[in-house]
């Protein structure tokens, strides 16, 4: 199993353009989820999803969308990229809302807006 | 709304001495906790994840335990190695299975 990958691993963005982060699981694992790392901080949880076509939002939702229509891809869009959105970008997924199934996490997306 | 925090910020020690990291959360009414690695400009690696009706996790010279009375959980690392330096990392799960994450602790191991 190749886990839960990442599209592209670095991204370079003009503020106002839009763009679209790839994440792929070969896990069959039902909950997905995206999440956004600044520097020196921990992860916040942008969006998840817990199953194809059931998507909600997380701590910080607001300049981004998301889509899932199938159980492996749960993209994250970019409309109109803002300095702010400049972070490290993490997809995870885990096999059930259970308390005993861990998260896995992809490499991660370093974004720069400018 | 919980709020997760880990003291240091980082932390240096000589290579075979003990480390001891520290989490604390506001909500204790938190399903599990899982503490993760993570190198410089890579993802999160999980290392252990203790279940609220759990008190401790042991893996290898990994050790977690979870007090959920006084909100606080604490990764020990037994022999430390250069290998262990990372930031490592707690989150604790609410409902649904989402997590809120500590800032971290930049963990340096000195040969």
């Known amino acids: 199993n190749a886990g839960v990958t990442q599209t592209p691993k670095f991204r370079i963005l003009k503020i106002g353009q839009s763009m679209t982060l790839q994440c792929t699981q070969d896990?069959?694992?039902?909950?997905m989820y995206w999440y956004r790392q600044d520097p020196g901080m921990g992860l916040k949880l942008i969006y998840y999803?817990?199953?194809?076509?059931?998507?909600d939002k997380g701590e910080v939702p607001n300049g981004y969308n998301v889509s899932r229509s199938t159980t492996e891809d749960f993209p994250l869009r970019l409309e109109l990229a803002a300095p702010s959105q400049t972070s490290v970008y993490f997809c995870?997924?885990?096999?059930?809302?259970?308390?005993?199934?861990?998260?896995?996490f992809g490499p991660g997306t370093r974004l720069t807006v400018t | 709304k919980q709020e997760v925090t880990q003291i240091p910020a980082a932390l240096s020690v000589p290579e075979g001495e003990n480390l001891v990291l520290n989490c604390s959360f506001t909500?204790?009414?938190?399903?599990?906790l899982q503490w993760f690695r993570q190198d410089p400009g890579k993802g999160l690696t999980s290392l252990l994840l203790?279940?609220?009706?759990?008190r401790e996790q042991t893996s290898g010279r990994l050790n977690a335990s979870l007090d959920k009375s006084s909100g606080r959980s604490t990764l020990y690392i037994a022999a430390s190695q250069p290998g262990d330096s990372a930031t490592y990392l707690c989150?604790?799960?609410?409902?649904?299975?989402?997590?809120?994450f500590g800032g971290g602790t930049r963990v340096l191991v000195k040969p």
């Open positions: 909500d204790s009414a938190i399903y599990n």
């Open positions: 995870a997924s885990s096999y059930t809302a259970q308390s005993s199934y861990e998260q896995y």
């Open positions: 896990m069959n694992h039902n909950y």
């Open positions: 203790i279940q609220s009706s759990q």
């Open positions: 999803s817990v199953g194809a076509g059931i998507t």
């Open positions: 989150a604790g799960e609410a409902a649904g299975n989402k997590l809120t």
